[in-house]
């Protein structure tokens, strides 16, 4: 199974960036869904997250700027970030909580996508 991001990129503060992450491959079933970010120097920390049922949790830096939400048919999140900021440009890392054939449940990452806010 295969997490693929999309949708970063340089923004200027207070405009918005939209992030897509799918998952493909076979024989899988997806638990709950989030975004992290990696900011240069930093640890990697939690942006947002998503269970099946949709409930959402949000970092206290993001809640009321970022959304996400996810599509079940399509094994995809995303996250909406509205009035970027500077402190919001990272690396973020698309992550699912999701069982496989023939590996079972495990921890799975995409590959990470640039996000830039200039000032």
């Known amino acids: 199974v295969q997490l693929v991001e999309s949708g970063g990129g340089l923004v200027q503060a207070g405009g918005s960036l939209r992030l897509s992450c799918a998952a493909s491959?076979?024989?899988?079933?997806?638990?709950?869904m989030g975004w992290y970010r990696q900011a240069p120097g930093k640890q990697r920390e939690l942006v947002a997250t998503?269970?099946?049922?949709?409930?959402?949790n949000y970092a206290d830096s993001v809640k009321g700027r970022f959304t996400i939400s996810r599509d079940n048919a399509n094994n995809a999140v995303y996250l909406q970030m509205n009035s970027l900021k500077p402190e919001d440009t990272a690396v973020y890392y698309c992550?699912?909580?999701?069982?496989?054939?023939?590996?079972?449940?495990?921890?799975?990452w995409g590959q990470g996508t640039q996000v830039t806010v200039s000032s």
């Open positions: 992550n699912a909580d999701l069982w496989a054939l023939p590996s079972g449940w495990g921890d799975y």
């Open positions: 491959g076979s024989s899988f079933s997806i638990n709950d």
């Open positions: 998503i269970t099946r049922s949709e409930s959402t």
